[in-house]
């Protein structure tokens, strides 16, 4: 039997607190913040081992991360508001309800756009040792979402940023 894992506060939310099945609302949830936006992974002192799961809130013009390729695939699905997908090199404006599948190997980021901050659920899955590609890419750098040289490792890509800090839950959104 699976034992369900107790939910602590964290300061910023709750967490769950070692491994097991748990149920948490994402506005009680953890949040972070970095150069990155605000979001949540759901995940507390346990990562999860075979997904990755979060919610991030990107204002307009911030990149959800550097643009990169992994070799599985994810999955985001803006909740509310607007992002520009960059994919392969090409650009797509995404709004409310707008699904973007990334099969493996398949090249992007999400930016914030419109006129007020957007929230995305982000899916992905996870190999024990995945390498990550940060390909330059100028459709990317105009959103400062690229690396200035190609690298497979994400402690060189992120070299430099500031570190992420424990922030209060972004809800409700405010447009």
């Known amino acids: 039997?699976?034992?369900?894992?107790?939910?602590?506060?964290?300061?910023?939310?709750?967490?769950?607190?070692?491994?097991g099945w748990f149920v948490v609302n994402a506005r009680e949830a953890r949040w972070l913040a970095g150069d990155y936006g605000v979001y949540t992974r759901?995940?507390?002192?346990?990562?999860?081992?075979?997904?990755?799961?979060?919610?991030?809130?990107?204002?307009?013009?911030?990149?959800?991360?550097?643009?990169h390729a992994e070799p599985d695939q994810e999955g985001f699905l803006v909740l509310s508001?607007?992002?520009?997908?960059?994919?392969e090199g090409e650009e797509r404006r995404m709004g409310q309800w707008d699904y973007l599948h990334c099969p493996p190997g398949t090249a992007h980021i999400?930016?914030?756009?419109?006129?007020?901050?957007?929230?995305i659920l982000m899916v992905g899955t996870r190999?024990?040792?995945?390498?990550?590609h940060y390909p330059?890419?100028?459709?990317?750098a105009r959103h400062s979402a690229s690396v200035e040289t190609a690298t497979d490792s994400p402690r060189e890509a992120y070299a430099g940023r500031p570190p992420i800090e424990?922030?209060?839950s972004p809800w409700p959104l405010e447009p």
Request: glycine share 16%; proline share 13%.
């Open 136 to 140: 330059v890419e100028p459709a990317a």
């Open 81 to 87: 508001g607007e992002c520009v997908a960059v994919v």
């Open 166 to 168: 424990r922030a209060p």
């Open 42 to 67: 759901f995940e507390g002192d346990a990562r999860f081992p075979q997904v990755g799961i979060n919610i991030g809130v990107l204002e307009p013009g911030q990149p959800a991360c550097l643009y």
């Open 110 to 119: 999400t930016v914030g756009a419109g006129n007020g901050p957007c929230a």
């Open 1 to 19: 039997m699976i034992p369900e894992a107790p939910l602590v506060g964290s300061g910023s939310g709750l967490e769950p607190q070692g491994e």
């Open 127 to 132: 190999a024990p040792d995945a390498s990550i």
